[in-house]
């Protein structure tokens, strides 16, 4: 079945735990991205990548690190969290191409004491 | 940059249609998406729309799309309780989806 896969799905942590978000797909999609949702804002773009080793930022890329090491995997680190990043997060893909629809994982809901 | 806007909430009983608006700010659009949010799930594309079209139907689903006054809606006949959901809009921004703030559907029995 095609997939994009999040874990974990749910993670509550403290201020300053170094955490990563994983995303994997199947689909041998090129592009892959990290959104996040907050409440009356829609959902917001945090990085991207085009393919292996191609990765660039989004529009709200503060405190948040990528990497695309192999082209199923988009992790997604926060280093140093803040409350600020509780939030709910999408990671998604598609074939490359501007206009590909995205295909998108359930989500991981963070919250950051 | 690009801004995609919707009305926050709708509210429809069960087996009426339901319309749900979206305005978009960046006219050199070329596909525009509808996605829907069950709760505790990820987003689920329902249907997209080419904008060299002014209609796509697709079972329940009718998307009209007004390029000239950058408009876009969706229409679900025959709303069902199972419907009800967060419904997004989406515009193609450069290398990302430029989504609005999702209509939250309420269909009552």
């Known amino acids: 079945e095609a997939q994009v896969t999040q874990n974990p799905r749910y993670l509550i942590t403290v201020t300053g735990k170094k955490l990563t978000v994983t995303c994997s797909q199947n689909m041998n999609h090129e592009y892959m991205s990290w959104y996040r949702q907050d409440p009356g804002l829609g959902l917001r773009q945090i990085y991207y990548s085009m393919n292996v080793e191609v990765t660039d930022k989004g529009d709200v890329p503060e405190g948040y690190k990528v990497s695309r090491k192999e082209k199923r995997n988009f992790p997604l680190i926060l280093e140093s969290p803040s409350p600020n990043q509780t939030s709910l997060y999408f990671c998604?893909?598609?074939?490359?191409?501007?206009?590909?629809?995205?295909?998108f994982g359930d989500g991981t809901r963070l919250s950051i004491l | 940059g690009e801004d995609v806007e919707q009305s926050l909430f709708l509210s429809v009983r069960e087996g009426d249609s339901s319309v749900i608006n979206c305005t978009y700010t960046d006219s050199s659009s070329t596909y525009l998406y509808w996605y829907k949010q069950e709760p505790g799930a990820g987003l689920q594309l329902l249907t997209y729309?080419?904008?060299?079209?002014d209609m796509k139907q697709d079972q329940r689903l009718t998307v009209l799309l007004n390029k000239k006054d950058k408009h876009l809606s969706l229409r679900i006949a025959d709303t069902q309780t199972g419907d009800s959901a967060i419904y997004f809009c989406a515009d193609t921004g450069f290398q990302k989806l430029v989504f609005g703030t999702g209509t939250r559907l309420l269909v009552s029995p």
């Open positions: 729309i080419f904008s060299n079209m």
């Open positions: 998604a893909s598609s074939t490359w191409g501007r206009n590909q629809p995205q295909h």
